[in-house]
């Protein structure tokens, strides 16, 4: 007898009993277990797709080289994708007179959104709730895209890591497991000061995937593409803009080198906001690249906050000002930002080799490492191409009048490449007065950390405990979000 066929047998449908059957039926049929795990697994696999509630979440970013190159598809950018994520825990509910979708925020003041479907064009009506454009962007695209037949209740909680945020005037709420751990601001979202590591891009993302999933009843995997290029829409819809969807990217697919979405794929919608244009849109093949692209084993990255924020648009609009009226100028520049970032992945690349080749020569290249005695020459062009960026981002600031490497950022990176184990560090993304982005020696890391305590030069800087994640998007199990209490 198969497993199913014992779990049919003694009516079993408890999840625990039909796996005892596996192994009552691999017992009696004298065979391995493994094909009755395959089973199970499967039957894990459609309960979870059929559950009432699932959990999901996707990562923050740190766009370490490639800022402003990234919005021209020419170039290729590397972003890091952060263990500081955004969670969403889905739940269907009994069905009202209406359909509707309701998202809660607990963590925030007035974190509480209600939309209802308006009418069979699947637009939807904000019912309760502030302004929220990344929440409202969301909801409406993926209801526009999925045109819902039958009537549903969807009740989404959102939960975010303590990076994305100031963690000042918070409480700290575990979960029952001690799974999760989050912190609850009093204010609502707007008057919280963020650390700029795409809270938007992993909100957008997780709601887009977390409905997209239940609608559809799909794992993740087989639906990511089309989660990405959804996301990638709500996001510029809410922003208002085209920007390169770097963060989204990240979101969806974890530490990547990514070269950019022409904008042409976007803006036709926007121009044509139709239904059958989005379904186009969503479910084609979008011309982008995305490749996986993680640190190599032994180096960190360490971020410093000194919150401070940045205005990105205002210092995009003033770059690409200048590059309209100096074009030659700007793309000698660009050219050789370029280079300077290939060098950084084209190092990384050759470091994860020398460690493939010879790891313990590669970890003791690593931990004798300090910038008067560079043993490995792959570590060396590392620390040349941080330096290269940071020279190349400086003239950019200068050139442009926008605060890319700010001179209080210059003083604080160049204080960082003293401390030992340091191999250099850059302002991510636009730059400005957001979190700047070491790369260290991981065995180092402790030593850094103690030595700023008492050093001056470091005392308005608050290093993040966060840590670059591999992965993008994932499923989680909801039992981690149970029963959260103070
Ligand atoms: N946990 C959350 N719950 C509800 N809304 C959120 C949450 N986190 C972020 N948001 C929404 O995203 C907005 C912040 O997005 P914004 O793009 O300004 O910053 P960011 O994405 O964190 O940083 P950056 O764009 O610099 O990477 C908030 O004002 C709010 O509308
Ligand atoms: C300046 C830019 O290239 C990067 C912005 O990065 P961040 O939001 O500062 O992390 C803009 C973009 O890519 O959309």
Redesign the pocket.
């Known amino acids: 007898m198969t497993a199913a066929e014992v779990s049919q047998a003694l009516n079993l449908t408890d999840l625990k009993d039909r796996s005892w059957s596996i192994v009552a039926s691999s017992a009696i049929k004298g065979e391995g277990l493994t094909e009755g795990l395959d089973w199970l697994m499967d039957v894990i696999k459609d309960e979870q797709l059929m559950s009432t509630v699932r959990a999901f979440s996707a990562p923050?970013?740190a766009l370490i080289a490639g800022g402003y190159l990234v919005l021209d598809p020419a170039y290729n950018a590397y972003v890091t994708a952060l263990s500081c994520r955004?969670h969403a825990v889905i739940e269907s509910r009994e069905v009202p007179a209406k359909s509707k979708i309701t998202?809660d925020?607990p963590?925030?003041g007035k974190?509480h959104w209600v939309y209802e479907m308006k009418d069979e064009e699947f637009r939807v009506e904000q019912v309760e709730g502030d302004l929220?454009?990344?929440?409202g962007a969301a909801v409406e695209t993926i209801l526009k895209y999925v045109e819902p037949r039958e009537s549903f209740n969807y009740h989404i909680t959102?939960?975010?890591d303590a990076g994305?945020?100031t963690q000042q005037d918070t409480r700290a709420v575990k979960s029952g497991n001690g799974a999760k751990q989050f912190l609850y601001h009093l204010e609502p979202?707007?008057q919280v000061a963020?650390?700029?590591?795409?809270?938007?891009?992993?909100?957008v993302s997780v709601i887009t995937g977390s409905l997209l999933s239940v609608f559809k009843k799909s794992s993740l995997d087989e639906i990511k593409d089309k989660i990405h290029n959804l996301a990638q829409i709500s996001h510029c819809y809410a922003?208002k803009k085209v920007g390169s969807g770097f963060?989204v990217a990240a979101a969806i697919y974890g530490s990547i080198i990514y070269r950019r979405f022409h904008a042409s794929v976007i803006d036709e919608y926007f121009q044509n906001p139709k239904q059958e244009k989005l379904q186009e849109i969503v479910n084609n093949q979008w011309d982008f690249k995305h490749v996986r692209c993680a640190l190599p084993p032994g180096i960190k990255l360490l971020m410093g906050d000194i919150s401070g924020g940045?205005e990105?648009p205002k210092l995009v609009s003033k770059v690409l000002k200048w590059k309209n009226e100096d074009p030659n100028t700007s793309k000698l520049l660009y050219e050789n930002l370029n280079s300077a970032n290939m060098s950084l992945v084209n190092a990384l690349d050759q470091l994860h080799k020398e460690y493939e080749e010879n790891e313990s020569n590669y970890r003791d290249n690593l931990n004798k490492f300090s910038t008067d005695s560079i043993i490995s020459s792959n570590l060396q062009s590392l620390v040349n191409s941080l330096h290269d960026i940071r020279q190349y981002l400086k003239k950019l600031t200068n050139l442009t009048g926008a605060d890319i490497e700010p001179e209080l950022q210059t003083i604080l990176l160049d204080a960082c490449f003293t401390l030992p184990g340091c191999l250099g560090g850059v302002v991510p993304?636009?730059g400005g007065f957001?979190a700047i982005s070491l790369l260290v020696v991981e065995s180092k890391v402790d030593q850094i950390l103690n030595q700023t305590m008492s050093d001056s030069r470091f005392s308005n800087v608050s290093w993040l405990n966060l840590h670059e994640e591999a992965e993008g998007i994932l499923e989680e199990n909801p039992a981690d979000y149970k029963d959260l209490s103070a």
């Not at 929220?132 to 929440?135: K, R």
């Not at 963020?194 to 909100?203: C, F, I, N, R």
Request: hydrophobic share 30%; aromatic share 12%; no cysteine.
């Open positions: 923050g970013k955004m998202i925020s963590q925030f974190g929220n454009p990344f929440v959102i939960y975010s994305y945020h979202i707007g963020k650390t700029g590591l795409g809270s938007s891009a992993g909100l922003q963060d940045s990105t993304g636009a957001d």
